[in-house]
């Protein structure tokens, strides 16, 4: 069965980078689109980003430009998130999600990870 | 980007339907079919419910379904059922960079 087991709770000081790792099996890894969404404390999804660990194709949010980065090492189906410049507001939990792919497109996500804490803290 | 827009909150008793809106512009929701939703319990990862508009992931129950019409998606929950009280997220592709945006999300209370 398709899991994504993604790597432990982080706590960093602002202005620190932090590395969030999703590990893919039971699917061939480089077949479908992986993204990333997020969700402060009491609040919604957010997307963040995403890859093709197939194919390289590389997406992020506006928002996040600069300061975000999505890698995949197929070698081990496994996948990466970075993201730099840390400040309180960066406090969430972090998911990774495996997209559904349709004919008409890749952007709804059926399998998700269990989502990682990442606490922003002085 | 503007995320959205759903109810904060919708509720109903068990055994009746509700309905969730989610209205967003021609450059999002209006303007493609790749409308999403997803059902979240406390605690827990998003569960894809409905996908392009209408369709249901396998294993997910026919109580659930979806509509749109102009800038504005629909889910639907028919037979309400204990389990369902859960928060419920919308998204849609844009074009843009940000290529999903979500909704900020509905409570649903089952009373």
């Known amino acids: 069965q398709v899991q994504l087991v993604q790597s432990g709770a982080e706590v960093k000081k602002p202005g620190a980078s932090v590395k969030v790792s999703c590990k893919g099996s039971g699917y061939t890894f480089t077949g479908y689109q992986m993204h990333w969404v997020r969700q402060a404390p009491g609040q919604g999804l957010e997307w963040m980003g995403m890859i093709n660990p197939g194919g390289g194709r590389i997406n992020y949010a506006q928002r996040f430009q600069g300061r975000f980065f999505v890698t995949s090492d197929t070698s081990t189906s496994t996948l990466y998130m970075e993201l730099s410049s840390l400040s309180s507001e960066d406090t969430a939990v972090y998911y990774c999600?495996?997209?559904?792919?349709?004919?008409?497109?890749?952007?709804?996500?059926?399998?998700w990870g269990q989502g990682t804490l990442v606490t922003v803290s002085s | 980007q503007s995320a959205l827009s759903q109810p904060a909150s919708v509720s109903g008793s068990p055994g009746q339907s509700i309905t969730i809106s989610c209205t967003g512009t021609?450059?999002?929701?209006?303007?493609?079919?790749?409308v999403s939703w997803y059902q979240q319990h406390p605690g827990k990862a998003p569960k894809l419910i409905i996908f392009e508009v209408i369709n249901r992931p396998s294993g997910i129950s026919n109580r659930f379904s979806g509509s749109k019409s102009g800038n504005t998606a629909s889910l639907t929950i028919s037979g309400l059922q204990a389990d369902d009280e859960a928060d419920y997220y919308c998204?849609?592709?844009?074009?843009?960079?940000?290529?999903?945006?979500f909704g900020g999300g509905t409570k649903l209370t089952v009373l």
């Open positions: 998204s849609s592709f844009t074009v843009s960079s940000t290529l999903v945006i």
């Open positions: 021609s450059s999002d929701v209006g303007g493609y079919d790749h």
């Open positions: 999600a495996r997209a559904h792919c349709s004919g008409a497109g890749c952007y709804q996500f059926q399998y």
